[in-house]
């Protein structure tokens, strides 16, 4: 962008004169009276010096209808409200700040008469630090006013600067503090008569700060236990020798500030390892009896599984880390067509089942077995009681009926094994899973040519085998039709 558009020529007068409100006549008269000398070096310049309102008017309307500046009144007085000040003028101060790494953070007394109060906001180090880390805020404004611990006072930032920048800038000020004052010697020792067993890492730590600091903010992202126990133990002797006092020179706070801030870091990055370890352990709990018969578990079984141990992994791990877990695995993006490797059935009781897709067809066969015989028990029932009585079931004569029959009465003693038979799912994973897997070698029984087979056919029960079992076991006069005719008319009528 030309330095002659009036954007810039806003953002840099807000900047020289450290406020978000330009006086309109003021600024008017001051680009005027400029125009007129940088036009004679500079054609670019000629239309401002010749219609210097025309031309900001024009502009201005535009910047307006953007949202990128607005115009107050102040005492009858016309000011240009320029937004991007404050990110600008935290910008510059931070850069003066990184280039003099003796100096403390930009603080709220650089900033009182510059930024009103809707513009900042406040957090405590020691209470909200961490959570801010986690879930930094998606704007940049407001600026975040951080209360320091040990007498440090306050650092002002952007939301963006949390993490890299921020860090950075820690790491290259507790390098200055160690080079300026040669205090690597003393805190070596400190740690080491501490953690005598990490000498060698400790004295790699302190060669990384001094000579290679960029390679830091890596070592701390790796959140090794020795990692972790060196950067911590280090800031904490840092804190306990300079922290504390009533009154601190700029310097020291300089120290407390980045000896603070990285301790943090330390711990943040630390707590994501250790919660990183935890899910691949709980993945490996949750891969392991997910694997294991009946292979379909609701959200109350899943809670109950257990470790090597005996513990509940409820118990061991927080129910949050459970339901992403399952989350995660459930999850398939929009614009994919394949089922989640995790995936779900509500039965009739609106109980919420999982299953491994490719475990899907294992399942159903484990209550396919369990099940069948309690189907057959309750259909065995209801037409020996039918025919006891001389009548017929029209379930008895055709085969949809007598499917309908089965998966009424499958309802009743098995709602997830119905729910996972008419869910599509059934029939999707059929076409999903590798052709020497397990479920395929299932799948294969339960579909003819493609289609899936009738249900009763699933639980190898067939309507005429049932009828003539039931029978069997009846006396011979049940089997026989005009028997029965005659003994249903005098059942009706003198009984």
């Known amino acids: 962008m030309a330095d002659t558009d009036l954007y810039s020529m806003l953002c840099e007068y807000a900047s020289k004169t ?44 535009i910047l307006t209808i953007q949202n ?16 991007a000040f404050y990110t600008q003028r935290l910008r510059e101060l931070w850069a003066q700040c990184e280039e003099n790494a003796e100096q403390p953070f930009p603080d709220s007394n650089i ?76 805190f070596f020792n400190k740690i080491i008569d501490k953690l005598p067993e990490l000498e060698r890492q400790t004295d790699a730590t302190f060669n990384m700060i001094i000579l290679n600091p960029s390679e830091c903010k890596v070592h701390l992202k790796q959140a090794e236990v020795s990692n972790f126990l060196i950067w911590t133990t280090f800031c904490g002797f840092v804190l306990n020798t300079f922290g504390g006092k009533t ?60 470790d090597e141990n005996g513990v509940t992994i409820v118990d061991r791990f927080s129910r949050e880390a459970i339901l992403i877990i399952i989350k995660n695995k459930s999850f398939v993006a929009s614009n994919c067509e394949s089922l989640p490797d995790l995936i779900a059935f509500h039965d009739s009781e609106n109980e919420k089942w999982f299953v491994y897709k490719e475990k899907l067809y294992e399942a159903f066969d484990y209550y396919r077995k369990t099940f069948r015989g309690k189907i057959y028990k309750e259909l065995n029932y ?78 190898n029960l067939e309507r005429a085998s049932v009828l003539k079992s039931i ?4 006396p011979f006069w049940y089997s026989v039709p005009v028997f029965v005719g005659i003994l249903r008319f005098f059942k009706r009528h003198f009984y």
Do not use: C
């Open 18 to 61: 450290h406020s978000a409100l330009v006086n309109k006549e003021v600024f008017l008269d001051s680009i005027s009276i400029s125009a007129k000398y940088k036009a004679r070096k500079n054609e670019a310049w000629k239309q401002w010096a010749e219609s210097p309102r025309e031309i900001f008017q024009r502009e201005m309307d």
């Open 247 to 306: 009154k601190n020179e700029d310097k020291e706070i300089a120290v407390i500030q980045s000896a603070s801030i990285v301790r943090s870091f330390s711990s943040f990055y630390r707590e994501i390892a250790i919660e990183h370890d935890e899910t691949i352990q709980l993945n490996k709990i949750f891969d392991l009896k997910m694997n294991q018969e009946p292979f379909i578990y609701t959200m109350k079984n899943i809670t109950s599984f257990t």
């Open 382 to 459: 209801r037409w020996h009681s039918i025919l006891k009585e001389y009548y017929t079931d029209p379930a008895m004569k055709d085969d949809k009926l007598f499917e309908k029959l089965v998966k009424e009465i499958t309802l009743e003693k098995s709602p997830l094994l119905a729910a996972m038979y008419s869910d599509v799912k059934f029939i999707v994973t059929k076409e999903e899973l590798a052709e020497n897997s397990n479920g395929a070698a299932l799948a294969a029984r339960y579909f003819s040519e493609g289609v899936l087979k009738p249900f009763p056919k699933l639980l």
């Open 68 to 83: 990128l500046v607005s115009l107050i009144t102040q005492n009858k007085v016309e000011y240009i409200h320029v937004g």
């Open 111 to 186: 900033i009182k008469d510059e930024f009103p109060p809707e513009k900042i906001k406040t957090f405590d180090f020691d209470t909200e630090f961490h959570s801010l880390l986690s879930d930094p805020p998606e704007e940049e404004l407001p600026a975040l006013k951080i209360i320091m611990p040990d007498g440090a006072g306050d650092i002002v930032l952007l939301s963006s600067f949390l993490n890299e920048r921020l860090l950075d800038a820690a790491i290259q000020k507790l390098r200055f503090f160690l080079v300026e004052n040669n205090f690597k010697p003393l």
């Open 471 to 474: 029978r069997a076991s009846m």
